[in-house]
């Protein structure tokens, strides 16, 4: 170290010193003074040729340097009286070969009003980074319990019963529903009820992140791990969610190479950071979701057999909302109240004629649809009462509509009556029901081509082609 001190021109040392610290003194063993800054003798209303030499006691009102000196003792941040005022000091021995030789001391603040104008910029800062600690903590928090699963047809209180009693086990959980019937609040709820309840829980989209990201993302990375890669290192979301839960919604749209790792995190409860060698012990609870039917993907050889047993040690199958309809006037009841306190309102109500036409609806979106057009009707509501004439078009049309296709599409596997349609060549008739099936997930999405492309269970971009197909 001092080899490499040593290659610092002499000359260079005193101004290096000033700038690192505006006001500093260093002394010997018997508190001579033999170096003091410009910064500082002008603070103490004297000069650095009036000062050097001097015993640290005829210079400095109320110095303890020479005392420092002498015990070896460090004094930080001690407040000292300094003409007529209090400056806040640090001083430090200097000890060389075990032995003290010296002291330094700096100045870090010249009066209580320049510590408190530094307090002020510092506590500013605090309190941000107070923010945003309490919302990552939040964020790995989960927000729903089983009261916020609202519903009391037999099916999905079959579904409910059965997550709560599963919650309390560290057992995996496969959520099966079509999307928008609430699988990650089940997920929440779960977790919320087990014994991990005050422990993280994060919820990760596998569909969200492409694929050359998925694997830093869950397992975090080094250093230098790859081009782009932040510098130091990274903790992953199984490492961020340790010794709680992970949700891992949509795992059927996780590519095959990271369904091998993500098995060897179930199998052998460790992880690899991307660029790592070091293997990190991980205790996680995982609950996954998906809208696919893995059993079918397993079968073509898109979702890795062993990991769908693992995952599939508990399965709860949501309900699609068309197979509990008698939630709905229920479920429409607690999404009003979610959304006054969004519009700041209160007492909105549903005419009995839209409660008929919500019940007639088939909602291929799930209840995420049904909010959806709730939000829309609150919107354009001017008095209290939710009218026919607040609905989105296509649900106020949908009775003619149907008098005219005969027909009640469903976007996954519903049967369709085509029989006043024209015999004409297959492939038309085939078009006339893929134009309708668009047509209907584009308005149960309010027009977001991303959700009803997942509803049809194809890609954003085929959507794109068809839609351009069909002039929608």
Known sequence: MYQVFDKVPFNWHE????????????????????????AYCEFLGTTVENSLYKHTSEVIENSRMHIVAKTGQKELAAVQPINGSEMIANRYPIIIDGEVVGAVGTVMFRSPEEWQMYNRRIQHLVEELKYYKSK????????????????????????KDLAKRISKNNSSVLLVGESGTGKELFA??????????????????????????????LFGYE??????????????????????????DEIGDMPLSMQ????????????HRVGGQKSIQVNVRI??????????????????????????????????????KEDIELISKGLLKKLENKFFRK??????????KLTQHSWPGNIRELENVLERSINVLDGQTIKVGHLPLYLRDQERENSNFE????????????????IQPLKDTLAIVEKKAIENAIKATNGNKLEAAKFLDISKTNLYEKCKTYNL
């Open 287 to 324: 609950i996954a979701a998906t809208h696919r039917d893995l059993e079918k993907m397993v079968e073509e050889g898109k979702f890795r057999r062993d990991l769908y047993y693992r995952l599939n040690v508990i399965i709860i199958e949501i309900p699609p909302l068309r197979k509990r």
């Open 15 to 38: 101004q290096i010193i000033n700038l690192l610290s505006e006001r500093t003194v260093v002394v010997d063993r018997d508190g001579i003074i033999l170096y003091i800054s410009d």
């Open 407 to 422: 027909k009640a599409v469903t976007i996954r596997g519903c049967s369709t009556e085509l029989s006043s349609l024209p």
């Open 136 to 159: 990552i903590q939040l964020d790995l928090r989960s927000k729903y319990q089983f009261n916020d699963l609202i519903g009391s047809s037999t099916i999905f209180s079959s579904a």
């Open 223 to 248: 250093d230098g791990a790859f081009t782009g890669a932040k510098k130091g290192r990274k903790k992953g979301q199984f490492e961020l969610a340790n010794n709680g839960t992970i949700f891992l």
């Open 188 to 217: 929440h709820s779960i977790h919320n009820d087990s014994h991990r309840a005050g422990l993280p829980f994060v919820a990760i989209n596998c569909a969200s992140i492409p694929d050359h990201l998925l694997e830093s993302e």
């Open 260 to 271: 091998s790792k993500l098995l060897r995190v179930l199998q052998e409860k460790e992880i």
């Open 347 to 356: 007492g909105i109500e549903l005419s009995p004629e839209v409660m008929e």
